[in-house]
């Protein structure tokens, strides 16, 4: 199967905690994005990092991928009740598909 | 700016009635058009995708059809409902040619009773 698995399925932190979520692919891409979803809405994109790159940030996110391992982890720092949401991997396969990982469901404890 | 809008946001259909949901996209053009189907508490699946007006591509073999009939609108349907049909609708596009990130629609919510 070429679907992404993450981890943990699900999270539960404090606010002010770290939250790192994890993904891994099987196949070869040119690049692996993470996106969110809070509850009954839609995805939204948060960051792409290439497949040449090793490591990206974005305000409080911090996003590494290791194409050795086939494997990407999402870091957000000093998290915020407002982060409560599900976080999925994603990456291209073939020329017009994006394929979504299985995500992570976290919560931020106020 | 570029915006996608999908309609309607919850939808309660009895088994067997037919299904249209519409997907519009403003602000681009040629866009890739997605279908995505979201069982609750799971992943995204891959309906159908659309690179073209009129050309669809269809992932997964099912009770559900897709149509493009025109460059920014990309319309999900089905004759007549299952139960298993029941989920959590997402139409998403992208540009053309790369890939870059994916716009997402508010979703929506199918009911089959």
């Known amino acids: 199967s070429q679907q992404g698995e993450e981890d943990p399925q699900a999270l539960s932190i404090q606010e002010g905690e770290n939250a790192t979520m994890n993904c891994s692919y099987k196949?070869?891409?040119?690049?692996l994005q993470w996106y969110r979803q809070n509850s009954g809405r839609g995805l939204v994109h948060l960051i792409l990092?290439?497949?040449?790159?090793r490591e990206k940030h974005s305000g409080r996110l911090r996003v590494t991928l290791d194409t050795s391992k086939k494997s990407s982890s999402l870091l957000i720092t000093a998290s915020r009740a407002a982060d409560t949401a599900s976080y999925f991997c994603?990456?291209?396969?073939?020329?017009?598909?994006?394929?979504f990982g299985t995500g992570t469901r976290l919560t931020v404890i106020p | 700016s570029q915006t996608i809008h999908q309609w309607p946001a919850t939808l309660v259909q009895p088994v067997g009635s037919p299904l249209s949901l519409e997907c519009t996209v403003e602000?681009?053009?040629?866009?890739?058009l997605y279908w995505y189907r979201q069982a609750a508490g799971r992943g995204l699946q891959l309906l159908f995708y659309?690179?073209?007006?009129?050309?669809i591509s269809s992932e997964v073999p099912q009770n559900l059809s897709a149509s493009r009939p025109q460059d920014r609108q990309f319309i999900l349907s089905s004759k007549k409902l299952l139960l298993s049909d029941s989920g959590f609708y997402l139409c998403?596009?992208?540009?053309?040619?790369?890939?870059?990130?994916?716009?997402f629609g508010q979703g929506t919510r199918l009911t089959v009773v």
């Open positions: 196949t070869s891409i040119n690049n």
């Open positions: 994603a990456y291209p396969t073939g020329a017009n598909n994006l394929f």
């Open positions: 998403a596009w992208k540009k053309f040619v790369g890939w870059t990130e994916a716009f």
């Open positions: 659309s690179v073209g007006i009129g050309q």
């Open positions: 602000g681009t053009s040629n866009p890739n």
């Open positions: 990092i290439r497949s040449n790159e």
